[in-house]
């Protein structure tokens, strides 16, 4: 099978290269600047609908992060761009668990079943599952967020929106850049490209980079090592330009990431079962009493062809050929005490194969369009193993065992041995193979004078196949299954969207958007029970999203603004919940058990004050709720119907400063500052507050992040080809809880933002 697979890729890899020899497409449209030469700004240019354009003239809501302002907020992560986006949040604590989410849906799951809600793209290649996502912002030209369902322009479904991360391209030009920066905490970044030509038609980029932190969350266990919290990568980029051929451009590109890292994980604040609080050492913020730190260490790579091929009558072919492999290990430990009771070493690895054809018609006619095709493979291993440590709980009474394994709903041991009970080594591995095709369309009409309408269609058709192993034999009082499971499903779906242009002026677009989306069903796949068995599979989920915006700017360009107003209607809305399976019992499950809504508003707003002064505002005002979801919430209390989703917040906001001022020879300082606000999130579908240690009878604070603020500053000097800077990430030094969550055995844990961070770097180009 997977021999047939290879030969597969083989023979698609060849098929785009032999194709674009002959056509191949240039969507990459120049843009007329002339107009604007001797204005302040240049127009913001994207190409979110796979042509470069005004960002106003987009019918969807879109933001786009440039490279300056990526340097100026400091952000060195993907995740770290949160700040500047309403209504996009990014949980990137752990790879482990890296979630996105748009306008409060996201997908959280260690699941490898379980694809994301936000497709998130490399130079417009899929990046798959949670692992890769948290990229590394390395010679970023810019990144173009893009909010509601889009289907009808990018191959892969996706329910709630999009992230594209665009590269720097290779030219003509031989140039480089090279970067140090240094802070407390032992902070060292260092990164770089050369760009050099060799010949007037091939051109290569070589960009790289290592970033190095200490943790921030202090483990105090005696004798314990490190810290969590820490940042150890290094990556690195090569890209080659080809023009030899007519009409026919080639980029070679090759990308890698590697980390090992201790991530945000064991700040437990109960012991591991939820019975009683943790030692009075570890109670404090932003530490830890454990014997085992977790580990996360993480391969990414990447290997892409892009051909494009102009026509002589304006219209293009692009074949985008990608081959990206992912391997994760985390190891963690479940028990999060300073006890060796048991440990968690999962190994998940992604094996992505993609490739996409897109046609582009020529932009000088009423009708334009762009027709795709594309195909996507992904194999997909892991192997969850449990491994029982060297000690045993000691047992207080027989009051506080059946309390304990009433955690796990069960109703008595009485003439059961406690060894029996006693979990031990258990293992859980298998594959997932998923296979899909699409078929993708998007047109657009100028109606009448000012009027433009498009049309966007998908159709798609996918196949799951799963090989999942159960050896539960010895895992004692969880009963985990022993079997063997093989199953396949096969979807498909249709997938229209409209959208309504009208140019009120020259600067000035007025939009109207219905687009559907879905998101792949799969398996419940980890450490399952034998009553899990006949629930293993869920089905996929739907979105329907309507918005109308008004985008546009003045006419100096010093003043530019879009608004837009939102809903979206998710159905068969995939989450975890309890499942009555019977005789009083329940099990926890992904199903298609909720409906969900979301609806608000999204506002930036950029003005010129001065020729050196700027001002910007951006700010995300949304509801999302469950609807109906009647067993999603605890056993105590399951219908959640009408309560917030998980980690959606009611409010985000940002206040953006830049001020520049010439001085000396052909000096300018600088500086910028951005003030970010998070309103109140959940993190359980039963939007508690408080959780009371069965035990002990403890009341602490559980399931509620009240809200937070940022502030984020640089200042510095800068000449024709160097500069110099400060710059500080949470400068009031704010104490914010951002995590909890309720671990399998049942204890409590949490983790707090990032502290105050600080240091200088230094940047030359040439």
């Known amino acids: 099978m997977r021999h047939a697979k290879l030969q597969l890729k083989r023979s698609l890899l060849s098929l785009a290269i032999a194709s674009v020899t002959q056509v191949a497409i240039a969507n990459e449209a120049s843009s007329d600047t002339t107009a604007q030469e001797d204005k302040k700004i240049e127009v913001i240019m994207v190409s979110a609908q796979k042509r470069v354009q005004r960002i106003i003239d987009v019918p969807t809501s879109i933001v786009s992060v440039d490279e300056k302002t990526i340097s100026n907020s400091s952000s060195q992560q993907l995740g770290d761009i949160q700040d500047l986006v309403p209504n996009l949040t990014i949980d990137d604590s752990n790879s482990f668990n890296n979630s996105v989410s748009i306008r409060g849906v996201g997908a959280s799951s260690r699941n490898i079943s379980f694809d994301t809600r936000v497709g998130v793209y490399l130079d417009g290649v899929y990046l798959g599952q949670s692992p890769g996502l948290n990229q590394d912002l390395m010679d970023i030209e810019r990144i173009e967020v893009l909010r509601g369902p889009q289907g009808s322009l990018f191959g892969k479904n996706t329910v709630a929106g999009a992230i594209n991360i665009l590269t720097k391209k290779p030219s003509d030009e031989l140039e480089g850049k090279v970067k140090a920066r240094i802070g407390n905490y032992n902070s060292r970044q260092f990164s770089g490209y050369i760009n050099f030509p060799i010949n007037d038609d091939v051109a290569l980029k070589v960009s790289g980079g290592s970033t190095k932190r200490d943790g921030f969350v202090k483990n105090v266990y005696p004798g314990a090592e490190g810290d969590l919290g820490d940042r150890n990568s290094k990556n690195y980029r090569a890209q080659l330009y080809v023009s030899s051929f007519e009409n026919l451009e080639l980029t070679f590109s090759v990308d890698s990431l590697t980390a090992n890292e201790a991530p945000l994980s064991n700040e437990q604040i109960t012991d591991f079962i939820g019975a009683t609080l ?257 629930y293993l599979t869920f089905d996929k989920e739907s979105s329907t999203n309507f918005e109308i915006g008004l985008k546009g700017y003045n006419d100096d360009y010093t003043f530019r603004y879009s608004v837009t107003l939102f809903t979206t209607d998710f159905e068969d809305y995939q989450q975890t919940q309890f499942v009555d399976i019977g005789d009083s019992r329940t099990i926890i499950a992904i199903s298609n058990a909720a409906e969900v809504t979301t609806s608000g508003i999204e506002t930036e707003l950029s003005y010129d004050v001065t020729d050196n002064f700027t001002l910007g505002f951006s700010a995300g005002l949304l509801k999302a709720e469950f609807d109906k979801f009647e067993q999603g919430g605890s056993v105590d209390d399951p219908d959640v119907s009408g309560k917030r989703l998980p980690y959606s917040t009611e409010i985000q906001a940002a206040l953006t400063l830049d001020y520049t001022q010439e001085f000396g020879n052909d000096l300018v300082w600088f500086i910028h500052s951005n003030v970010s606000y998070t309103g109140d999130m959940y993190t359980t579908p039963n939007n508690i507050k408080t959780y009371t240690t069965f035990v002990s009878n403890d009341t602490l604070d559980f399931g509620y992040l009240p809200s937070r603020t940022s502030v984020n500053a640089r200042i510095g000097i800068e000449a024709e080809n160097w500069n110099a800077a400060l710059w500080i990430r949470n400068a009031l030094d704010s104490d914010d809880l951002v995590y909890t969550n309720r671990q399998f055995f049942g204890g409590i844990d949490q983790a707090w933002n990032a502290p105050q961070t600080f240091g200088a770097e230094v940047t030359y180009s040439f």
């Open 278 to 534: 943790v030692e009075p050492q570890a109670q404090a913020k932003r530490v830890t009493y454990t014997d085992f730190l977790a580990k996360e260490e993480r391969d990414v790579s990447g290997l892409s062809v892009e051909a494009i091929y102009d026509f002589d009558d304006g219209s293009s072919f692009k074949s985008i050929t990608a081959q990206r492999d992912t391997k994760l290990d985390f190891n963690v430990d479940l028990d999060n005490t300073s006890i060796d009771f048991y440990t968690l070493p999962y190994v998940d690895e992604y094996d992505q194969f993609t490739q996409e054809f897109q046609y582009t018609s020529n932009t000088n006619s009423k009708i334009e369009y762009i027709v795709g095709l594309y195909y996507y493979q992904q194999d997909s291993f892991s192997d969850r193993s449990g491994i029982a440590g060297s000690q045993v709980i000691p047992i207080i009474d027989q009051t506080f065992l059946a309390s304990t394994l009433a955690q796990f709903g069960l109703d008595t041991f009485e003439g059961t041995p406690f060894e029996s009970l006693y979990p031990g080594s258990v293992n859980h591995i298998g594959t997932i193979d998923t296979q899909s095709y699409a078929l993708f369309t998007n047109i657009t009409y100028d109606i009448a004078q000012d009027w433009e309408i498009g049309l966007g269609l998908r159709w798609g058709e996918e196949t799951k196949k799963v090989d999942w192993t159960s050896n539960g034999s010895t895992s004692g009082m969880f009963n985990f299954a022993q079997s063997h499971y093989v199953d396949e499903l096969d979807e498909s779906d249709f997938l229209p969207s409209l959208s309504v242009n009208y140019d009120v002026n020259s600067n000035t677009v007025a939009y109207f958007r219905y687009a559907t989306g879905s998101k792949s069903g799969g398996f419940n796949l980890d450490f399952i029970t034998d009553e899990q068995l006949d």
